[in-house]
């Protein structure tokens, strides 16, 4: 009997065609799933990310109230002219802490995976109230208002909470010092601010409006832009990848 005669059994019985497919998919499914069962994390470990502060996480909700995702991704894809002109490629555990993550899959304008420390915070303040005044034929629209409007630290420790629940390793101590960590940020000069860097190491505490006074969501939009793509030292993965 020849391939083709046995393949016309698939073609004239539907029921055994079914049967077939439903097989194949069977086992391309434990092909793929069965693994998974043997890992501890399906995200490398990466020495240096840590959940967003208040502050950060309030600007972080500011970024997606306002719609930022979807102009600006979030992910720096291993393609050679990506890595010339972004940084890096985006780790998986970049985006550990994010509900949801910002991947996006639009860009108006550019990827802000490795915004960080690109630009000071001047910039960003002036960029945000008009875009025009850095880029001339930006079609981004202003967002002075940020400047003008504080941030409500009354309801961030229940942002703690809600990430908890979805694994993000908050402690009792972050809930707990919350909104008082979400002000000190803002404010070098704050007495909390010796107490909020050791529960946030790397996270940097200034006044990132330009102004004085309570914090501003225009303060929590750059502080969660600022440290964009700064959390991983990617020095440690280029001389590794140097010395193979």
Not at 79 to 90: M, Q, T, W
């Amino acid at each position: 009997m020849s391939f083709w005669t046995r393949h016309q059994i698939f073609e004239k019985n539907s029921i055994i065609l079914i049967g077939g497919i439903l097989a194949m998919i069977a086992v391309g499914g434990l092909v793929e799933i069965t693994p998974l069962f043997y890992l501890k994390s399906t995200i490398e470990v990466v020495d240096g990310v840590r959940p967003y502060t208040p502050l950060e996480l309030a600007g972080r909700n500011i970024y997606v109230r306002e719609g930022c995702y979807l102009c600006h991704s979030q992910m720096v894809r291993p393609l050679r002219d990506e890595v010339e002109r972004y940084g890096h490629f985006s780790l998986a555990a970049e985006s550990m802490y994010d509900h949801p993550f910002q991947w996006g899959s639009k860009r108006t304008g550019p990827d802000l995976a490795r915004v960080g420390a690109k630009y000071s915070d001047d910039w960003h303040v002036t960029h945000l109230v008009n875009p025009r005044a850095i880029v001339p034929q930006s079609v981004m629209p202003g967002y002075p208002y940020l400047a003008a409007t504080e941030v409500d630290p009354t309801g961030i420790a229940d942002h703690l909470r809600t990430n908890r629940v979805v694994g993000v390793p908050y402690s009792d101590d972050q809930v707990a010092n919350a909104a008082a960590d979400l002000k000190a940020q803002a404010d070098p000069d704050n007495a909390g601010v010796e107490a909020f860097t050791k529960r946030y190491p790397k996270a940097v505490a200034r006044n990132f409006d330009g102004k004085g006074g309570a914090p501003t969501e225009m303060d929590a939009l750059v502080a969660y832009l600022q440290m964009l793509g700064t959390l991983v030292d990617f020095k440690l993965y280029n001389e590794k990848a140097n010395l193979r």
